[in-house]
């Protein structure tokens, strides 16, 4: 599958993620639930939370840590 | 208003804090030592006759009728070359002194046309009015001797003809296009009376390396170099001081006029961000304004696929009101958004902001600096503190190595790039580090110490590199460093390790590693050394990363904080600064802060009467992704083509065309209207009244030298949509928007248009600490406190040339066209750029059986388009470059859905494609 055909939230949070790959793993998940907090849409916010309680294997470990430090989001903005 | 004339005190000002005191026609004045005694009379307001001297060229002694007496010097020295002196009596009017002028005025006559009732210059004419001066009566030696007046007239140019029948080679023109300009397109040919101004090697303005900035036009004391609108309407009456809409340098220009007719622009001396200089585009290309392309009454349709409709506004702007509250009611808060335009004022701007905050409930609010500059604002934040360049231009002037990433401001920020010129040509140092040799590398008087041929895409790994040279050969300041930041250690630890050394990352830059470790010696061991950057930083998926990587390199040498250094970036448009500043970020409320911080949206929401939401809204790209999802359905755009700049280009049509409803305001029907439902007409930067905010921060105004063609500011309309929506949003003219402006934005408490129309121009921020605007930033502190140094580590783009697709494009812009073309198309400028073209290295070019003029296929993983191939030695192999001015090449059918990790600022500059030939042009198809 190309990258054009990740879900676009997929696509961005795992981008972010290969920008903190040689930080400290918790450190970066911190700076990455703060990074998509503060830029992200709740709805964006909402399907990343969504695939990340399903187990989607295409999410970067340090997402799935990032995701268990955000508060929930509502889903339509 | 009446014509406005600046007063031309005939040679450039001199600085220093020595001064002389001169004594002339009994007059005593004090002048910096320097100063010619032209400019010390003209500074007492004694007006010494002159015909090749101005203000803004070096004296050069040519025309002979500035003759002075001075006390104890032999004969009449020319007052323009000649330096006062302490003490030195000057006279300026003796009758011997009359007679020399009058003679030299005679010779200029008897060599030049009589015809000053039909000449396009009368009453504009200084040798008209300097015969006037010097009481001329008669001409001994007859009008027709040895002269040059059958000399026919170049009128190549789209705008200025060139008569060198009325020449009388003052060398203004030449000096102009050599010292303010720094072209050096024009020369002088022959001696005597065979002078004459010649353009390039002798062929036509058309022909030669002339790039039309006007600066000759403006020089010429005579009709030889005259706009053509001056030949067509006559000479103008009145002047309205505004500010150019194109780039982001932001000149400020005289409107010209006759009656409501702009008869010619000319660029203003006293605005400080061009100082009297122009570019081709803010000079002459303002006829679009006027085009009858122009739609002036709004439109309506029910399907993208029905005939539009005209209609009144009422019903223009109650559709939109109730249509979107309709798609609010079915589909949530969340489901409609707007995007505002950096070519619209900060009025403008502001307006549509608090439209989508307060009228449409949320912060679906975007603009398009998301695909140019959205980068710097999160990296120079979040080192910095605030989202914006560190300096003036004026303060290149004091740079002694200017480092230029990304940018090519000869072609893109043209005034700018001529003062840079002007500063390599005093002796700065230049590093250039760009895939293509830009002009700057090499053109005449130029010559770049280095140039870092950097592949695109591993920005990051050069500025990485050069901050590790910095750390392990001792260039750090560490006295600043100490004083001034935070995180040092972490990151010096970071950056030195080996993998960020030049020998490491030269397979990956493509950067010999000797030339990086000189070129960043030069850079770290000058006493002032400055960053200027463009979209060749931020569109990349590392943009934010290199921002921040160029802030480290900054602080870690010590060059913030005073003239001459600091990190600048290069806008695009001419506001895109005020659009940021506006708060037209989806996070961010006006001046930079955060949607969730509660004390600055209670400000707001106290104001404004309306909860707002504390959540960050939709960015552009999130906006189509969404449209496709069917979770955003609404959009309103102001003044951008999405589909001819936004990236991906197949994807951006297929968002708009599943949304129910989208809004388009703007000059022309453009790509994007093709997709709309609502078309309402906007006002030229000629209609509007407001500001722009340019590169450094230089609060501007833009006047209105006509009402609205369509009948309405761009700023009523957005207010009645609100009004539509049951939201009352209403003020009585711009200047109240921006006293709300000040009102609510800290570092705009201190800009109104009434300080304005007084000062000029303020830079922010303008406060009360800063009453008269901060030309520097960061100059005891940074905003945020310490500078904070930031890892910055290198990923490289999932974006990699292949098999199929094995070269890479990058797409930018050219000198004569601006953005998707909208204005420039419209203008003679085509004459210049008629078409995109595909620039492609000759290497790569003959592989593929390609020659110059070829029409070639150029496709990526998501598209496909048609253009023309340029060779250029310029390029690099493995990389073609294109511009996106023409909406027929479609250059963003190709670009992709990558994007800045940090801001979604779309990676335009790495896309991999393929170039195949697909019809050759007719004379290489004989030649085959």
Redesign the interface.
């Known amino acids: 599958m ?3 055909h990740t879900p ?2 997929i ?2 949070s795992n ?2 993620a ?2 903190f ?3 400290d793993p918790a450190w970066a998940a911190e700076q990455i639930a703060a ?1 998509i907090h ?7 916010r909402a399907r990343l939370l969504a695939d990340v309680t399903a187990d989607d294997d295409r999410l970067d470990p340090l997402i799935v840590a990032a995701a268990a430090l955000l508060p929930p ?2 889903a ?2 | 208003m009446t014509l406005i004339k600046e007063q031309d005190y005939g040679t450039p000002a001199r600085s220093g804090e020595a001064t002389v005191s001169v004594e002339i026609d009994g007059k005593t004045v004090l002048v910096p030592e320097g100063t010619s005694v032209m400019r010390a009379a003209a500074e007492c307001g004694i007006d010494i006759p002159k015909l090749c001297a101005t203000d803004n060229l070096e004296p050069f002694g040519s025309c002979r009728l500035c003759l002075v007496d001075i006390d104890g010097r032999k004969g009449s020295p020319a007052s323009c070359t000649t330096p006062v002196a302490d003490g030195m009596k000057v006279r300026t009017q003796t009758p011997e002194l009359a007679e020399l002028r009058r003679g030299v005025m005679e010779l200029y006559i008897s060599d030049h046309p009589l015809d000053c009732l039909t000449c396009p210059a009368n009453g504009g004419c200084e040798l008209q009015d300097m015969a006037g001066v010097v009481g001329l009566r008669e001409v001994r030696y007859g009008f027709d001797g040895e002269n040059h007046l059958d000399l026919p007239t170049d009128s190549t140019n789209p705008y200025f003809d060139f008569d060198a029948s009325k020449c009388i080679a003052c060398s203004r023109c030449v000096r102009a296009c050599g010292e303010v300009q720094g072209t050096f397109a024009l020369t002088i040919e022959g001696r005597g009376f065979d002078s004459k101004v010649a353009a390039g090697a002798g062929g036509t303005f058309m022909e030669s390396e002339c790039v039309s900035c006007g600066a000759c036009v403006q020089a010429c004391p005579t009709s030889t170099l005259q706009e053509r609108s001056v030949v067509q309407l006559g000479m103008p009456t009145r002047s309205v001081i505004t500010t150019c809409a194109y780039c982001g340098v932001g000149c400020s220009f005289k409107a010209e006029l006759r009656g409501d007719e702009v008869v010619r622009m000319v660029p203003y001396k006293d605005g400080k961000a061009n100082e009297g200089h122009s570019c081709v585009k803010g000079r002459f290309a303002f006829g679009y304004a006027s085009h009858p392309d122009r739609q002036l009454k709004p439109m309506v349709r029910e399907r993208i696929t029905d005939p539009w409709r005209e209609v009144e506004w009422e019903e223009a702007i109650g559709y939109v009101g109730s249509r979107m509250l309709d798609i609010q009611a079915r ?5 409609i958004g707007g995007i505002s335009s950096s070519r619209c004022t900060n009025e403008e701007v502001y307006v549509v902001q608090k439209m989508v905050r307060a009228a449409f409930g ?3 609010v975007d603009t398009c600096a998301r695909v140019c500059h959205s980068p710097t604002g999160y990296g120079l934040k979040q080192t910095y503190g605030t989202s914006a360049g560190t300096q003036d231009f004026k303060s290149v002037d004091k740079a002694d190595v200017i480092l230029i990433i990304g940018a090519n401001p000869t072609d893109a920020h043209p005034v700018f790039g001529s003062r840079i010129k002007r500063r390599l040509r005093q002796g700065a140092k230049l590093i250039v580090a760009d895939p293509r040799k830009i002009d700057l590398v090499r053109s005449p008087h130029i010559q770049a110490e280095h140039h870092l041929p950097v592949r695109p895409g591993t920005n990051v790994a050069l500025i990485n590199a050069m901050s590790h040279v910095v750390v392990t050969e001792g260039l750090v300041d560490r006295e600043f460093v100490e004083e001034r930041c935070e995180d040092f250690a972490e990151w010096e630890r970071f950056i030195s390790a080996p993998e960020h050394s030049p020998e490491a990352v030269e397979s990956i830059t493509g950067i010999p590693a000797a030339e990086l470790r000189a070129a960043t010696r030069l850079y770290a061991s000058a006493r002032n050394a400055t960053i200027m950057y463009g979209l060749g930083v931020t569109e990349h ?2 943009g934010s ?1 290199m921002v921040m990587g160029m802030a480290n390199l900054a602080m870690a040498t010590g060059n913030i904080g005073r003239e001459g250094v600091g990190v600048n970036p290069l806008r695009g448009q001419n506001n895109v600064q005020g659009s940021c500043d506006m708060g037209s970020f ?2 961010e409320l006006p001046g930079y802060r ?1 949607v ?1 911080d509660e004390v600055v949206r209670g400000t707001f929401e106290t104001l404004w009467g309306r909860v707002l939401d504390p ?5 552009i ?2 906006m189509f ?2 449209a496709i999802d069917g ?2 359905r609404g959009l309103f755009v102001q003044g951008e083509d999405i589909v001819q700049s936004d990236p991906n280009t197949q994807h951006v049509t297929a968002a708009l065309s599943s949304m129910e409803l989208v809004v388009v305001q703007d000059l022309f029907l453009n790509e994007t209207s093709k997709y709309a439902h609502v078309f309402l007409p906007g006002t030229s930067f000629l209609e509007k009244n407001g500001t722009f905010t340019n590169a450094e921060r230089r609060i501007n105004r833009v006047r209105p030298v006509m009402a609205p063609r369509t009948g309405k500011h761009e700023w009523e309309i957005v207010c009645e949509i609100a009004q539509a929506m049951g939201y009352p949003m209403k003020y009585d003219d711009s200047a109240q928007i921006m006293d709300e402006i000040a009102f609510t934005t800290p570092t705009f408490s201190g800009v109104s248009f009434a300080k304005l129309d007084q000062v000029g121009s303020v830079q922010w921020p303008c406060n009360d600490a800063a009453p008269e605007g901060t030309p520097i930033m960061h100059i005891d502190g940074f905003v945020r406190g310490r500078g904070r140094f930031v ?1 910055t ?1 290198y ?1 490289p783009t ?1 974006e990699r040339s292949t098999r199929k697709f094995p070269l890479i494009l990058t797409t930018g812009r050219i000198l004569s066209q601006y953005n998707v073309g909208a204005q420039t198309r419209r203008t003679g400028n085509s004459a210049w750029h008629p078409e995109d073209m595909l620039e492609m290295h000759p290497h790569d070019a003959e592989v593929r059986g390609i020659r110059d003029g070829d029409t070639v296929a150029l496709a990526s ?2 598209g496909e388009t048609t253009l023309r191939v340029k060779i250029a030695e310029r390029m690099p192999v493995g990389v073609v470059y294109t511009t996106f001015h023409h909406p027929v090449t479609g250059a963003n059918v190709v670009t ?4 800045d ?4 600022c779309p990676e335009y500059k790495v896309t991999a494609v393929q170039v195949s030939l697909k019809h050759p042009t007719p004379a290489a198809a004989v030649v085959r």
Request: no cysteine.
């Open positions: 190309t990258a054009t676009p939230h696509r961005m981008e972010i290969v920008q790959r040689n930080r990074h503060s830029f992200w849409d709740p709805r964006m989001a509502r339509n903005g | 589909h949530g808060a969340g489901a949320n912060n679906n998926s590392q990363t989806p996070h955060h969730s959540e960050p809204g939709l960015r790209p999130n992704d969404a979770t955003f890892q580590d990923v999932q993983r998501v992709t859905e990558n994007s990790w940090a801001t979604n």
